[in-house]
C-alpha cells in the first residue's frame, strides 16, 4: 500500500521561495502519475502541478514559470520547488498519487503562508 508524507511547509516572504518534498512509502511501480495540489482557507482544493511517468508535466496558470514539479524515482520522491511566491500562493498543499488501477491516494497536506 502506497503512502505519501508531505514535508516543507513553511512561513515564506513575498517574493521568496520554498520547496516542498513528497516520499512515497511504498512501491513506485504501482504509481502512475503524481501531482501537487493546493487549498486555500474557504476555497475548493485545486491542483498545482503534476507529472506522467513519462516526464510530461502540466501547471496551472497562476503557477506556470514560477512553480516546478520533479521527481527522484531512485529516492522515492517528488518535489516543488516554488519561486517568486505570493500571498495567493497560501494554502494547504497536498501530495497525490494515481496508481496504474486508477485509485488515488493523499498525503495529509502541509501549510505554506505566503506574508510580509
Known amino acids: 500500500q502506497v503512502q505519501l508524507a508531505e514535508s516543507g511547509g513553511d512561513l515564506v516572504q513575498p517574493g521568496g521561495s520554498l520547496k516542498l518534498s513528497c516520499t512515497v512509502s511504498g512501491s513506485m511501480f504501482s504509481i502512475a502519475a503524481m501531482g501537487w495540489y493546493r487549498q486555500a482557507p474557504g476555497k475548493q482544493r485545486e491542483l498545482v502541478a503534476s507529472?506522467?511517468?513519462?516526464?510530461?508535466?502540466n501547471y496551472a496558470d497562476s503557477v506556470l514559470g514560477r512553480f516546478t514539479i520533479s521527481r527522484e524515482n531512485a529516492k522515492n520522491m517528488m518535489h516543488l520547488q516554488m519561486t517568486n511566491l505570493k500571498p495567493e500562493d497560501t494554502g494547504v498543499y497536498y501530495c497525490n498519487a494515481r496508481t496504474k488501477r486508477w485509485d488515488s491516494i493523499w498525503g495529509q497536506g502541509t501549510q505554506v503562508t505566503v506574508s510580509s
Open positions: 507529472i506522467q511517468n513519462s516526464g510530461t508535466t
